[in-house]
């Protein structure tokens, strides 16, 4: 069975910090690994989406990379802002049914 | 800009009562899920369906039931509320080449079983 984790659970820094966010899994056998972003009472919003045969994806101050075979990837956000203030939820994508497996998030704060 | 449309946003029921969450998209998406989520947990896939008329149990089906008679339209329904059902739920649906495609969601469904 597949399983997430994303430690720690919280994170606080200051503002225009260079940071990373953590995700491992425990089966490699994945269609592709996504992070998304959740602000508090909202839905989840996709934010880089890594494909099993790529090795990372990058949008704006957003930087994704995907080791498959040590189960990991991580999340880098450059310059951090307090507008990056949210959860970040990371979820991989497997199974004969493609099925979403997500870890339970790590709650980001940007200090201004 | 609909995207994925759920209603209600909030709703209260009593222990046995029964309700339906709706859920519609606007994008022409062949894949549409049903997830629940706790707190400080991740999301749990409750039902999924790849089209219409098609539909699939996911890790926490117990309790609830769907049905996809429309692309558009994805609801689900609980029977008999109990308080364990007290979640956010959310929908979600995605294109047919789930690969490299993301999954895009409501803004969720807040229900309180008491």
Redesign the interface.
């Known amino acids: 069975k597949q399983e ?1 984790t994303q430690i720690p ?1 919280a994170l606080s820094v200051p503002e225009g910090e260079n940071l990373v966010l953590n995700c491992s899994f425990t089966d490699s056998a994945i ?2 690994l ?1 992070w ?1 972003r959740q602000d508090p ?6 934010l880089l ?1 890594i ?2 045969s790529q090795r990372e994806q990058t949008s704006g101050r957003l930087n994704a990379s995907l080791d498959k075979s040590s189960g990991r990837s991580t999340l880098y956000i450059a310059a951090s802002q307090p507008g990056d203030s949210a959860t970040y ?1 990371c ?1 991989v ?1 497997t199974g004969a ?9 790590i709650t980001l704060s940007v200090r201004p | 800009n609909a995207g ?1 449309t759920q209603t209600p946003k909030f709703r209260i029921l009593k222990i046995g009562q029964s309700m339906t969450l709706q859920c519609t998209q606007d994008m022409n998406h062949n ?1 549409m ?1 049903w997830y629940r989520q706790d707190p ?6 409750i039902y ?1 369906s ?1 089209g219409a008329g098609i539909t ?1 149990k ?2 926490v089906p117990n309790g609830y039931n769907v049905s996809r008679s429309t692309t558009e339209d994805f609801p689900l329904r609980l029977e008999l509320a109990a308080p364990s059902q007290t979640s956010v739920y ?1 929908c ?1 649906s995605s294109q047919r080449d ?11 469904t807040r229900l309180s079983i008491l």
Do not use: I
């Open positions: 997430v659970a269609y592709n996504q998304f009472g909202k839905g989840l919003t996709s989406l494909q099993s939820l979820a994508l049914n493609s099925k979403l497996t997500f870890g339970k998030g | 994925v894949y899920y400080g947990m991740g999301l749990k896939l999924y790849v699939d996911g890790e959310f979600a789930v690969s490299n495609q993301p999954q895009h969601f409501g803004d969720g």
